[in-house]
């Protein structure tokens, strides 16, 4: 079975333990490919020592998002800025959020809000080679009062804007939190997600047997899907960054070394 393209998300790792330099050297000679969400400046280096720039935030903010009308011109704006730099830094996924439930606002309202502004950015997105993906988060424990928190409204979503340009970021962690059944919808809905999150949980700590969620199953119905796109992990390490990021990456090419039941 091919392994799945690995990266990791720089916010998760960059601690202050270890220098910007030695991450990026020590995760790219471990094999990762790429790094998500690490700051604007590091690009040149991650490029440097050989690691794509994967995913990136799209707009502005994560609590006050798509989902508000209001928000529209703004986000627009922030996302055809952003899909500048990802055409010129070849960067494949920009992150967007619905935006929380501000006033209770309703599901079906905020959904035809968010299919509005990225219908009309679609297009220029598209013409880049960008995806702009929403991204899948618990508002369980997490991100309280986020609207985009199950699979089948971000699904929806991707259907009625009905652009390739428009995916999910399917977040393993926030998913196993709000609805589980995580094998299941991976091969159920797999062609909508263009980027994973991996996590533990409880605690988003490293995806390992220590955790619920048994991450060398869901490896490999990632992998017999012919997913093309990266796997990036997003915990906490609780000890040294890169000892936590070998094992990552270790667990998850182990997992594909055969054939193996799901």
């Known amino acids: 079975m091919k392994p799945v393209r690995q990266a990791f998300s720089w916010w998760c790792f960059a601690n202050?333990?270890?220098?910007?330099?030695?991450?990026?050297?020590?995760?790219?000679?471990?094999?990762?490919?790429?790094?998500?969400?690490?700051?604007?400046?590091?690009?040149?280096?991650?490029?440097?020592?050989?690691?794509?720039?994967?995913a990136i935030g799209g707009h502005a903010t994560l609590e006050d998002g798509l989902n508000r009308k209001e928000n529209a011109e703004r986000i627009k704006k922030e996302l055809r800025e952003n899909i500048a730099k990802a055409r010129r830094w070849?960067?494949?996924?920009?992150?967007?959020?619905?935006?929380?439930?501000?006033?209770?606002?309703?599901?079906?309202?905020?959904?035809?809000?968010?299919?509005?502004?990225?219908?009309?950015?679609?297009?220029?997105?598209?013409?880049?080679?960008?995806?702009?993906?929403?991204?899948?988060?618990?508002?369980?424990?997490?991100?309280?009062?986020?609207?985009?928190?199950?699979?089948?409204?971000?699904?929806?979503?991707?259907?009625r804007v009905d652009s390739p340009a428009v995916k999910l970021l399917?977040?393993?962690?926030?998913?196993?939190?709000?609805?589980?059944?995580?094998?299941?919808?991976?091969?159920?809905?797999?062609?909508?997600?263009a980027h994973y999150h991996t996590a533990g949980n409880p605690g988003r700590g490293q995806p390992d047997a220590t955790q619920e969620i048994l991450y060398p199953a869901i490896y490999r119905a990632i992998a017999q899907t012919g997913y093309k796109g990266f796997v990036s992990h997003e915990f906490h390490p609780s000890g040294d960054p890169l000892d936590a990021l070998k094992k990552a990456f270790d667990d998850a090419q182990g997992a594909l070394s055969k054939e193996a039941p799901i």
């Open 90 to 159: 070849n960067i494949p996924v920009l992150i967007c959020f619905s935006g929380n439930r501000h006033g209770g606002a309703d599901d079906e309202a905020g959904l035809d809000t968010c299919v509005k502004t990225l219908a009309s950015i679609a297009p220029e997105a598209a013409d880049a080679g960008v995806i702009l993906a929403m991204e899948l988060l618990n508002s369980k424990v997490d991100h309280r009062g986020y609207q985009c928190d199950h699979t089948g409204w971000g699904v929806e979503l991707c259907r």
């Open 170 to 193: 399917y977040d393993i962690y926030h998913m196993q939190i709000m609805e589980g059944d995580i094998i299941r919808t991976i091969q159920a809905h797999h062609d909508y997600f």
């Open 16 to 54: 202050g333990k270890i220098e910007p330099d030695a991450l990026l050297a020590g995760a790219a000679r471990m094999g990762y490919e790429g790094v998500d969400l690490i700051e604007e400046a590091l690009w040149p280096a991650a490029q440097r020592h050989g690691l794509a720039i994967t």
